[in-house]
């Protein structure tokens, strides 16, 4: 009598832990699936950042060559005007076109929200004053809700690499854009600082009467250039292509780098992750080892 009821509370010792056995064994294999899962983001995040690397290599290298490329050119050529600074011409700014530029895809950090902060920011001033021209999926997909009725185009699905050809038809697309009432142009894009480092810039430029009207009082180089009706709109357009070629460049490069930069952190955000998981498997195992082990002493103590 005495051993059966040490077998009978032997079987219920063994009988107690079976739902701890169980959720252990649940718990294992969601930690399994978990691990699983987080290991594929980590290789994916992985490659993403060397694609990220590649690219922004060639953009900074395409920077380097082309930021010098016409820009400040007719404001030098205005500044050098000794007439045209003693006239000292100031326009009154009644309505400005803003031109935010954003990617056209994501997982880049916060370069896009930064650029759109900064438009709603000063749309929010006064919205009478403001027209939208908006350059890339994420600024299309953040501003046109917010602000229907300001918005007169949208461009996206940009052709990479960028070039001067691609970026000076978005540069024509934006001067169709600017009507009679439209006094200014306001470009907002992301300076290429350094890799880890981009900062939003704002570039003002004059619609083409009030341009014009400052070209006319260029004097200097009326003998090299003499057909002047013909040339101060030429002149115009070379001076908001060169200034949004020179704004894409700067973009393009912050973009890769943010891109890179923040695959590099999902990385080893990942990399952590898996290390706790790991840990947390382990310890599950080990308890249900522990729980077997238990059973068996059970067992041979009831026998």
Not at 198 to 224: E, G, H, M, P
């Amino acid at each position: 009598m005495q051993r059966l009821q040490g077998a009978t509370l032997g079987l219920w010792s063994s009988f107690t832990p079976v739902p701890q056995y169980a959720f252990a064994t649940l718990n294992l294999k969601q930690l399994k699936q978990r691990m699983k899962s987080v290991g594929s983001i980590r290789k994916i995040t992985k490659a993403m950042k060397m694609v990220a690397a590649s690219k922004m290599k060639q953009d900074v290298q395409r920077l380097e060559n082309g930021k010098h490329f016409g820009i400040r050119s007719i404001q030098d050529l205005f500044a050098q005007e000794t007439y045209l600074q003693k006239k000292q011409l100031t326009f009154k700014i009644n309505k400005t076109l803003i031109v935010p530029i954003t990617s056209d895809k994501g997982l880049c950090g916060g370069i896009n929200s930064s650029i759109i902060r900064e438009t709603r920011s000063i749309v929010r001033q006064n919205r009478n004053a403001y027209k939208l021209f908006l350059v890339g999926e994420k600024s299309l997909g953040a501003l046109q809700r917010a602000f229907p009725e300001l918005l007169t185009q949208a461009i996206t699905a940009i052709q990479t690499p960028i070039n001067f050809a691609n970026s000076s038809s978005i540069a024509h697309q934006i001067q169709l854009n600017v009507t009679e009432d439209i006094d200014q142009i306001s470009v907002i894009f992301n300076q290429f600082k350094n890799v880890v480092q981009q900062v939003v810039k704002r570039v003002d430029l004059l619609n083409r009467k009030n341009f014009i009207a400052q070209f006319r009082l260029v004097t200097k180089y009326d003998t090299a250039e003499p057909e002047k009706e013909f040339v101060q709109n030429y002149m115009y357009e070379y001076y908001v292509a060169t200034a949004f070629y020179h704004a894409m460049l700067n973009n393009f490069a912050s973009e890769t780098s943010s891109r890179m930069n923040a695959m590099e952190n999902a990385s080893k955000n990942a990399g952590e992750m898996l290390d706790k998981l790991t840990l947390e498997y382990n310890k599950v195992r080990q308890a249900k080892i522990t729980v077997e082990l238990c059973e068996i002493i059970s067992g041979a103590s009831a026998v």
